[in-house]
Structures are given as structure tokens and as C-alpha cells.
């Protein structure tokens, strides 16, 4: 294990990293169209880390301060055995908690396993109550195994659990009231995520993001007014409401409308091991060549670190600056 423990992963900006993002697999059983195309080239398996080569940086990550990981890809529960890696990851010394973004799709059959193995979180990913809106979005025609995965995930005894959806101008609308009442019957958390840059088609306009200030609106009307939960986390990503009838909760990701950049706490590293400093960075760091060529513990920390000391301001998506990266979402990990 490195020498320097507990320093913490600070970067230029005084901001304290502690949420690692690992992403298990670039491969997905949906087509999601803001996220990847129809006809993709995936990864070869050998270059993908194995569960112990992520076992071992998530074991060093935890030495300089990292305490929170979220496994997401592509689809995390297309890697066969997910659980075997939750279950290696749960006893990680310093891991506080472990969360998982998935499609909902193969989780019926995975929900109870992953939570007797030590899963504490769950985001599922739903971006429309209707079942060809979901054909047209995620390209594929299985609306109802995500709902029956929602279902097994909530019989196995996570909670709370999030369903993500992204709001798209002139797609979302309709269905901010209705995600939002299909979460508040089955006792979920709604998040709607501002669209972000990160699609195939590179089709992303600031036009064609519906703002978080226009979902309240919605919501509003809709089902009750909101007002800003009590217990809001600053380094949070999230915009936390609660409905003042007291039925529930609702968040937004404003990752376009109202950027957090200055309290961002996040890295992330890809399928293949490349260390990334923000979901938008240009820059990566070889972690696999590092594992797979003898490298210590000691100089895994110190990439981790130098990647972190190098991160930048903020991404910039509302300035004729931004650079949307090569990489989609998918071979990222959101
Ligand atoms: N396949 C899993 C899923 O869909 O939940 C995990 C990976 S997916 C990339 C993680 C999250 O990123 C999902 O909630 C998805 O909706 C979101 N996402 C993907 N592309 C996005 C984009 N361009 N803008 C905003 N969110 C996006
Ligand atoms: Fe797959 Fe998730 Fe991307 Fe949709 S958002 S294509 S489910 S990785």
C-alpha cells in the first residue's frame, strides 16, 4: 500500500476528491441516442479491466481519500458476476459506500444478489413512462424489463432508489409529471439530468436541453409546489426538492443550466483503466499500464494524484470553449 495515506486527492482549485466512478464495461444492451450510436466498435475483452486490476486502484484510490464508488458503464450488469465484484469492493477498508447506475434491464434477475453482496445504492435509468418514446430513445423495446427490474430492485430492499431520466427539449416534457407520479406511487426518487454533450451524433444543441427551472415549473403544476430540502449536500451534484404536500422528493443534475464544477469531488476511471479528472476531460491516465506492467502501489497513487493536481476549472459547455471529448458517454461512464 502507498507510504502517503489520508493526504487527500486536493486539486489546484481547494477541491477534495472523494467519489470514484468506475466504469465495468463500455458495452450496453440499450442504444441510448444520447449516449451511443447503433453500430459501435466495444472494446476487446483483454483490454478491459479485470475485477481485481479494479479491485487493487479502488484499494489504492481509498488510501488517498476516496471512500464512495458508483459502478456504471455501458451496462454494468452485462459483466458477468457484477456481484462478485461488489462483494471484493465491500471489503475494501475505507469504502463507505458502493452505488450502481444501471438500465434496469438484467436486474431482475441480479437486484437480490447485489444487495446480499453488499450494494448500498441504486440508480435506474428511465427516461419516459411510454412505451414507444422508450423504443425511440433507447432504440430498443424493452420499457417493461426496466419497470419489472424497478420492481425486484425495490422487493430486494434497496432504498432509497433513484430513477434517472435525461431532459431533452421537445422529448422530455410530457413526461416530467408522469415519471415524477410513477415515482412518488412506487416510493423512488425521481432525478432528471440535463442533456449533456457526450452523444454520438455530436446532435447536442444548448436549445435542446429542457433546464431543471422549467421541470419545477412543470412539477409545480402538476402534482404539488416544491421547496429545496432541508439536508441539501453542497458537493452534491444533485439539486435536491421536496414536495411540501410531504409525498416526496425530486432532484436535478443541472449540469448545463447551473453548472458545479467548483464542488465537483469526482473522478472517474474507464473500462480499460484510463483515469479521467472530469466526465468531459480531453486528458487521460494509462492506470492499466501501470497494472499490467508491474507498477507499484506507490505509483498508482502518485497518477492518481497527478491526474487530480491537474484537473481544470470546469467544462465550459456554455462558452464557444467547450471541446466536446472523442469519447461518448457509454465508453466514459456517467
Ligand atoms: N447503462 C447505465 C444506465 O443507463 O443507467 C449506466 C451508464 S449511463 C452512461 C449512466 C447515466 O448517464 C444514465 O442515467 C444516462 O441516462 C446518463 N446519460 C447518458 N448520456 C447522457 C447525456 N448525453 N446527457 C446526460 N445524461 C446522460
Ligand atoms: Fe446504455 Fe446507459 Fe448509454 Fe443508455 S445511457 S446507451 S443504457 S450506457
Known amino acids: 500500500m502507498p507510504t502517503e495515506t489520508r493526504a487527500g486527492l486536493v486539486d489546484s482549485f481547494g477541491r477534495r476528491h472523494n467519489n470514484l466512478r468506475v466504469s ?8 441510448c441516442v444520447y449516449c451511443m450510436p447503433e453500430n459501435v466498435a466495444f472494446l476487446p475483452r483483454a483490454e478491459v479491466l479485470t475485477f481485481e486490476e479494479i479491485e487493487r486502484v479502488v484499494r489504492v484510490a481509498t488510501t488517498l481519500g476516496i471512500d464512495k464508488v458508483r459502478l456504471t458503464g ?7 458476476d457484477l456481484p462478485r465484484l461488489v462483494e471484493l469492493l465491500a471489503v475494501v477498508p475505507g469504502l463507505s459506500d458502493i452505488g450502481l447506475t444501471t438500465n434496469g434491464i438484467l436486474l431482475a434477475r441480479e437486484a437480490r444478489r447485489l444487495r446480499d453482496a453488499g450494494l448500498a445504492r441504486i440508480n ?10 422508450f423504443q425511440q430513445i433507447t432504440r430498443r423495446d424493452d420499457f417493461d424489463r426496466v419497470i419489472e ?13 433513484k430513477i434517472n431520466a435525461v431532459a431533452i427539449r421537445g422529448f422530455t416534457e410530457d413526461d416530467v409529471v408522469l415519471l415524477a407520479r410513477f415515482a412518488l406511487e412506487h416510493g423512488l426518487e425521481m432525478r432528471f439530468i440535463e442533456y449533456m454533450p457526450l452523444d454520438a451524433g455530436r446532435l447536442w444543441e444548448r436549445e435542446k436541453v429542457l433546464f431543471a427551472a422549467e421541470m419545477i415549473e412543470l412539477l409545480e403544476t402538476g402534482i404539488a409546489p416544491l421547496k429545496p430540502t432541508a439536508d441539501q449536500d453542497p458537493r452534491a451534484p444533485a439539486l435536491d426538492y421536496e414536495y411540501t404536500d410531504g409525498s416526496g422528493r425530486v432532484g436535478f443534475i443541472a449540469s ?23 466526465l468531459f476531460s480531453l486528458e487521460e491516465t494509462d492506470l492499466r499500464a501501470l497494472l499490467r506492467t508491474g ?3 506507490d505509483q498508482i497513487a502518485q497518477a492518481v494524484r497527478d491526474s487530480v493536481a491537474a484537473k481544470w476549472e470546469g467544462h465550459e459547455i456554455n462558452t464557444a470553449r467547450f ?10 461512464g456517467g
Do not use: W, Y
Open 323 to 332: 471541446i466536446q471529448p472523442e469519447r461518448m458517454m457509454h465508453s466514459i
Open 24 to 31: 465495468v464495461t463500455d458495452r450496453c444492451n440499450l442504444r
Open 124 to 133: 435506474i435509468s428511465l427516461d419516459t413512462m411510454d412505451r414507444g418514446k
Open 256 to 278: 448545463v443550466s447551473r453548472p458545479f464544477c467548483m464542488s465537483c469531488n469526482r473522478i472517474r476511471i474507464t473500462a480499460e483503466g484510463k483515469l479521467r479528472n472530469c
Open 149 to 161: 427490474g424497478i420492481l425486484a430492485a425495490k422487493e430486494a430492499g434497496f432504498h432509497p432508489i
Open 74 to 80: 455501458g451496462e454494468p450488469l452485462l459483466r458477468r
Open 295 to 297: 507498477g507499484s502501489d
